[in-house]
């Protein structure tokens, strides 16, 4: 059983930072994609970072370039999003998700699993 668990959300100030962890369980992640998606209240779910796995091309949302970066430990199957010079326009709860294949897409509904999400709430 495939299982994502999100962790380390909180509450910070604007200008702080934040690192989100995605622990990966249950199989193999080689070959897959994963990203970071988040939803503001009234707001679509969006589409922050997506990298696979393995390591590779990343893909940064313009609202986070500059300012968010991934990284990942394969030995512990974590992926690491580090999020420096939070604005509050960044509050939102964070999901993890993985899709088979190595192509990211931007539409949740491409993605089979997912996490149980984290809040991050930014306050000015």
């Known amino acids: 059983q495939v299982q994502l668990d999100e962790s380390g959300g909180g509450l910070v100030q604007a200008g702080g930072s934040l690192r989100l962890s995605c622990a990966a369980s249950g199989r193999t992640f080689s070959g897959y994609a994963m990203g970071w998606f988040r939803q503001a209240p009234g707001k679509e779910r969006e589409l922050v970072i997506a990298t696979t796995w393995s390591g590779g091309s990343t893909y940064y949302a313009d609202s986070v370039k500059g300012r968010f970066t991934v990284s990942r430990d394969n030995a512990k199957n974590t992926v690491y999003l580090q999020m420096n010079s939070l604005k509050p326009e960044d509050t939102a709860v964070y999901y993890c998700?993985?899709?088979?294949?190595?192509?990211?897409?931007?539409?949740?509904?491409?993605?089979?699993?997912w996490g149980q999400g984290t809040q991050v709430t930014v306050s000015s």
């Open positions: 998700a993985t899709k088979m294949g190595t192509a990211y897409s931007t539409n949740p509904s491409r993605y089979n699993y």
